[in-house]
């Protein structure tokens, strides 16, 4: 069993660097390059299954060159059969065409700017991972394998995990069910249920201090301002990270053997423009030490404003996690697919939850203990698909500071 781990973060409030000489390929360079065209990028998928590497390749190069070509359902189906369906490279081309179809939308704003964002952001990530509640969620995860390199997803099996966080004491999961099977009276809560579950677990309750690490001034994480993007309806900037191992909170570790190491990171953050807050954040592991048994490791998270006792919070809502592992005769890939399903205020037990014959599909709304919760409308305003709208006042739902007040600028043309 093997699984990433985030060590205990430090809220702080010094300045995060900016770096853009450490990253090729700047925006001046990109716009001098020609697009993709679909045969090139055809060719590139038709040698993915052989040579699974060139996957990352050909993320990179759609996110440097862009497309020249509308992209189509049949490029979309060509796509999902030869890279196994990846999300990263999925998402990477809706991108490319977003920014295709409207360039200006698309364009970056000044560095002053971005500067500007990414200073507010840290901020308020850092104070408002500093004020989460004590709760309980539902993790339902879906576990695949591929071997070798092959990215030849086979089901593993689907899990529901309730977990309890609570500030002084950490996160305690139980075990509900695997395949819809409630799990036995023998499976108690603990810090860890791989020994009822065999195979690649993940808590994700540390998502939020794995977010907040990136941002402490001890990790000194280089940014770049490289892209805009829309997430769940929302405008945002996206920049790439580096954080150096010397510096790195980051731990991959063996829940068997107890091996552990600390590695280095590199990755993107999808930063809402008005609201100031990450809605999306890769983490890609490097630096991992040579003869380690984890070999790569990989996630990507989702976070959206989830109510718990009437205030809101931005919490994990979907992650995607990934690890490729050496085993004596062969290589194996473990892909745990998570959704996180009824955020409620914690409780005495974590039972509360346990549902296990309920339609998990639809499980974002409360159980049915706390009627009052089910219907929201009645005690706040529906949020819209867009996403949450911006407060009347700049301070943010979950008790983080307000973003420092800047000097009033012209009115910007609507985008």
């Known amino acids: 069993m093997y699984f990433l781990r985030n060590l205990a973060f430090l809220l702080a409030v010094l300045p995060v660097s900016f770096v853009a000489a450490q990253y090729p390929g700047a925006p001046t360079q990109q716009q001098q390059l020609q697009p993709l065209t679909s045969k090139e990028i055809v060719s590139w998928l038709y040698q993915i299954p052989r040579y699974p590497e060139k996957l990352t390749e050909l ?13 189509t359902d049949g490029m979309r189906s060509v796509v999902a059969t030869k890279s196994g369906n990846d999300p990263l490279l999925r998402r990477t081309l809706e991108e490319a065409e977003r920014r295709r179809v409207n360039p200006t939308a698309s364009a970056l704003p000044p560095s002053a700017e971005s500067d500007e964002l990414l200073a507010r952001t840290r901020n308020v990530t850092l104070a ?5 509640p004590d709760f309980i969620v539902k993790q339902l995860i879906r576990r695949s394998v ?13 899990l529901s995990i309730a977990v309890g966080y609570r500030a002084n004491q950490g996160e305690q999961y139980k075990l509900l069910s695997i395949n819809g099977v409630p799990a036995g009276e023998e ?3 603990g810090t860890d249920y791989s020994k009822y579950a065999k195979g690649a677990t993940s808590s994700g309750v540390e998502y939020i201090s794995a977010l907040a690490d990136i941002f402490k001034p ?42 552990s190491a600390v590695v280095g990171s590199q990755g993107r953050i999808w930063i809402d423009r008005e609201m100031d807050r990450v809605l999306r954040f890769e983490q890609i592991a490097t630096e991992i030490p040579a003869g380690f048994p984890i070999t790569a490791a990989s996630s990507v ?8 006792n009437e205030r809101k919070y931005l919490l994990p809502t979907h992650s995607e996690i990934r690890l490729t592992t050496a085993q004596p005769q062969f290589v194996l890939q473990s892909r745990n697919d998570v959704r996180f399903r009824g955020y409620q205020k914690y409780g005495a037990e974590l039972k509360v939850v346990d ?31 867009s996403g949450l709208p ?12 307000p973003p420092p007040k800047l000097k009033a600028k012209p009115a910007k043309p609507a985008i």
Request: glycine share 4%; charged share 30%.
């Open 59 to 71: 993320v990179e190069e759609i996110r440097t060159r862009g497309i020249g070509f509308p992209l």
């Open 128 to 132: 408002a991972a500093n004020a989460m």
């Open 146 to 158: 591929a071997y070798g390199t092959t990215t030849n997803w086979i089901p593993q099996d689907n």
């Open 187 to 189: 499976v108690k809560e």
């Open 218 to 259: 001890d990790t000194r994480t280089e940014f770049r301002m490289v892209d805009t993007d829309t997430v769940q309806g929302r405008r945002t900037i996206v920049f790439e990270y580096l954080v150096k191992k010397e510096h790195s909170q980051l731990t991959l570790a063996l829940s068997d053997t107890h091996a």
């Open 301 to 308: 998270i989702d976070y959206d404003w989830v109510q718990i």
């Open 355 to 385: 549902e296990v014959g309920e339609d998990d599909e639809s499980t974002s709304a409360p159980p049915k203990t706390k009627p009052q919760a089910e219907k929201p409308a009645a005690a706040t305003p529906a949020i819209p698909a």
């Open 390 to 401: 911006k407060p009347a006042t700049d301070t943010p739902v979950d008790d983080a500071p």
